[in-house]
């Protein structure tokens, strides 16, 4: 009888401790409304539009199973506006109740060879670069876009942000959260106000600036004095107000190679085609996340190019130019 | 007795084989030279070093395939390009005077302003750099998979495909394999040959230990102290140096020490290569530079007669290791 009890015991305690994996839900807005790049929101009462968002998240601890805290360790978070889903592992949780991070990346990652990491590591080599060679540092935060800087509603003028320097590394205090879970994985649901990002920088001097400046520094900082992340509702979330949220946005930071990000609603694998205008293919990929960075592995002559992708039910397609 | 030597010296060869089989490299360390830190997630290896040498002079690791690291850094100018700057694809021009690869391997700190902490990292620099080779590790690593030669030794060096740490590890390794110990100053003052040196070069080797005490920054073996500073070149620098990574107004024109071996090639001079001769250079620090806040205050004004100053400059000029610049 005693035997039984035990194993009995095990079993439940085996039970609770299960494995499961964690999926972070960066939920991307701009003034309340699904994040899009070339979109007009305002920031400080300024209209401004991103063409490029993107930050490193790492120092991940999760508060779980009343009060037990899971540090994960070498855990490192891309994160971009168009991309909503990451996978942090599988941890021993079984109930989760707030998550605390940093933005931006430890000082040992820091000081780090990015080609150390495969191109798939949050922390490799990637396109448009998250590092800058000279030192040898990430960005931990990167916001490129245009503002208006003349009062005349149209975001015209360019800043280009990229915050580079320990210093710059902003720790982001629990924010209690609203787990979503099925039988093997468990959802934490953010809020990102993207917009919160460039609260009280004056965009029409910052210019192009990759560095540990001031704006840079205030950038960075905005992300708990701001409040960026805040704690998300998932309810609240079938509210975004857009029944099609699917686009493709070119990045052409490097002219001669852009990067093609994309981003469906709908979580069914996608497929990528790249033609000319003669329709010829230059690159096909299936089975394509729902939500992604594609950095073509292929130098295209100069010209013009269309990028298709289709998840099955919808098909949508976008015109890149090449200048080599 | 003499069955056991013979077990002895075999055992030895063997040792010594399987070390070489397993192909890590042993330097034998020049005469005066310290040991040779080499980080220990990429020893060297001579599979590394051929690959890395062969990307070094590659010129599809630019754009354009127009220009290799060899073509800023040729080996015939001790590693420079005997340029004012660079020149990089499509002849833009660099902002910076081409710096020497002579004994790369014992920096702590590297580019001009010693901002970059490995000469791993550094790799990555010129191949993103707009005004160099304005391309992608990535793409140069799909370049490579096109060639069996490069995918061979890429898996005989490191058992991988080319890939980012391959390009950065390889090239690496060779760098560090660029050691110049050979010159007249060596031979006298590490080999023992007294006749190295004529009487003109031993009186402005003194001048540069004693009285003028060059040898505060440019000291050791390899003349450089590795320190980061401003030299007072100028009283406002349009390249503002270390400031420009750490925004600090105090490092603002500050640059790192170079060495001086093959210092009589590596022309013209400082880091934007204002400076087009020795006599130059030595007259900047005669008149002890121009006036800026944050200048060392080692740089002082001094007399030299033109005597003192032809006996500076044949010392100098007696850095020059033919051997390398052969290589």
Known sequence: MKKIVIALCTIICINSSAQKNIVLRLNHYLNQSTFQYNQNFETDGIINKYTRLQYYLSGFELFHDGGQMTVLNNTYVLASGHITNYYLGNFPVSSLESISFDVGVDQIANSGNTTNYPASHPLGPKSPPMDWGWPSGYFFVVTNGFTDSNNDNNPDTRFELQALGDQMLSPVDQINITPVGSNDTIYIDLKVNAEKFLSGINLATAGIDHSSSTNNLIMCNNSYQMNVFETFNVTSSNDKGLTNNNFIHIDNTLSYAPTINYHFENSNKVNLKITDLNGKIHIIENNLQNEGSYFPLKEFPSGLYIVTIENGSETIYKKFNVVQ | ?327
Do not use: W
């Not at chain 2, 402005?204 to 500073?229: D, W």
């Open chain 2, 1 to 327: 007795m003499l069955f056991n030597k013979k077990v002895l010296l075999f055992l030895i060869i063997t040792f010594f084989f399987f070390s070489f089989k397993n192909k890590t490299i042993f330097f034998s360390v020049p005469s005066g030279f310290p040991k040779l830190v080499v980080p220990k997630e990429n020893p060297i290896t001579s599979e590394k070093i051929r690959l890395g040498k062969m990307l070094f002079f590659d010129k599809m690791l630019s754009r354009d395939s127009s220009i290799s690291c060899a073509s800023c850094h040729n080996p015939k100018y001790a590693f420079t390009d005997q340029l004012k700057k660079a020149k990089g694809i499509k002849d833009r021009t660099v902002s910076r005077n081409t710096p020497t690869l002579t004994n790369i391997a014992y920096n702590h700190s590297f580019l001009r302003d010693g901002v970059n902490p490995s000469l791993e990292a550094q790799v990555i620099v010129p191949i993103h750099e707009k005004n160099e080779f304005d391309f992608h590790i990535l793409l140069v690593a799909e370049r490579m998979k096109k060639n069996k030669k490069y995918v061979e030794l890429s898996k005989k060096a490191f058992g991988e495909e080319p890939n980012p740490k391959v390009i950065s590890n390889a090239i690496a390794s060779y760098e560090r394999t660029l050691i110049s110990s050979n010159s007249r100053f060596d031979q006298y003052n590490f080999h023992g040959d007294s006749l190295a040196l004529n009487a003109s070069e031993i009186r402005g080797m003194k001048l540069f230990y004693n009285k003028l005490n060059c040898s505060s920054c440019h000291s050791g073996f390899n003349f450089s102290n590795g320190e980061i500073v401003n030299t007072g070149l100028y009283e406002k620098y349009n390249d503002v140096g270390k400031m420009r990574v750490t925004l600090d107004q105090s490092d603002n024109g500050k640059f790192k020490v170079p060495t001086l071996r093959n210092i009589s090639i590596t022309y013209p001079y400082m880091h934007d290569g204002n400076i087009k001769t020795l006599e130059g250079v030595i007259d900047h620090y005669i008149k002890g530079g121009e006036k800026n806040p944050n200048k060392d205050e080692r740089i002082k004004a001094f007399n030299l007669s033109k005597l003192q100053k032809q006996d500076l400059i044949a010392f100098l000029k007696c850095l020059t290791d033919s051997s390398f610049i052969a290589r």
